[in-house]
């Protein structure tokens, strides 16, 4: 056990490679990654297009800093940008989720004059400092105390009390188009909308943070388009690199041309937009969101089916799946793991969240199927 571990969570099975939807322990034990990647490898692990093209990259050029012209991130810039929703049309890469919702917040105040930031109850925006205040949960926040002020939780889901919220000093709204960390909670229709309408009317900028929704999860490329609703900061991470470690912005004309000087280090480097760029254009050209969109359906079917009235709802779009349990998700993710081998994610107490790859195929989701119906709903209680 590492000196990190009480602050990692460390998990007691030692991974050795990935391919596909599987991950391969130390000791050669398959198993099926339901989230243990959390979300960061829409495309599997170790998919050749990626591979390929870090491989490639980084026997060109490994780093050199963002002032310099490098093809692989202008390719990265166009490929991201193209392939979001009309009308957001200027991106800037950083390293993670938390920095990509820190300038997200910082471009809004400076491209507004204003300071005041709208959150939602049960909302996770990241770990550093500005997007902490900007997250629900005290158990993230009370250690760091105090952080960055002027931020005001309002209901997720409730469009009255968001209008009710938002005036003339407010800089931005940021919501994730479908909560993950909070428990996977799908808002009621209507609610983005209005999000949209208010911010319209208050000179406020909407932002969507799409770190884990985004990248063909939830059906399309982008959640906001199952909603068709256009924010005026979006916000990417996890599955961006198919597992290498960058984030994005992508903002609006009058965001960019508002915002005031950001950068870090590291932004766009050689190697990681390398793998930006092959995994856009795989996800868009192989047409992997729609698949995602058809096995969420599948999966959701296959598990209200299974689980019945053992559990209280199944939820989610695409291959963003919340089960809400009746007992603990803690004690059924190990269980899976352990009896089962397949690795899946709590999101709060009583909801077990799946990730899987969209690559994830029909036989691959019976065995997850199967797993969760021998874990939730047994014939017989396991040991």
Known sequence: MSDLDFISGSKPIGIERGEGASLYSTDGTEYLDAGASYACTPLGHSHPAVV????????????????FPVQSREDAYAALVASTPDGLESAW?????????????????????????????????GRTMGSLAATWKDKYKKPFEPLAGDVEFVPYGDGEELADAVDDETAAVIL??????????????????????????????LVFDEVQTGMGRTGQMWACQNA???????????????????????????????????NATFSGGPVVTAAVHATIS????EEWPAHAAAMGDYLTTELEARLGDEVREVRGEGLLIGIELKRGANRAARDLAINHQVLALPAGRTVLRLLPPLVIDKAEADQLVDALGAVIAPDEPES
Do not use: M
Not at 54 to 59: A, F, H, K, N, S
Not at 237 to 250: D, F, M, S, T, W
Not at 282 to 285: D, G, R
């Open 52 to 67: 390929e093209a870090v491989q490639e990259q980084v026997g060109k050029l490994t780093f050199v800093d963002s002032s």
């Open 93 to 125: 890469f950083c390293n993670s989720g938390t920095e990509a919702n820190e300038a997200a917040l910082k471009f809004a105040r400076s491209a507004t004059g204003n300071s005041k930031i709208i959150a939602a109850t049960r909302s996770f925006h």
């Open 176 to 205: 994730e188009p479908i909560q993950g960390e909070g428990g996977i909670n799908v808002p009621p229709a209507g609610y983005l909308e209005t999000a949209r309408e208010v911010t319209d009317e208050a000179g406020a900028a």
């Open 228 to 262: 068709g609703v256009t924010p005026d900061i979006l916000t990417t991470a996890k599955g961006l690199g198919n597992g290498l470690p960058i984030g994005g912005v992508v903002v609006r004309d009058w965001i960019a041309d508002g915002a005031a000087s950001h």
């Open 282 to 285: 795989t996800l868009v050209e």
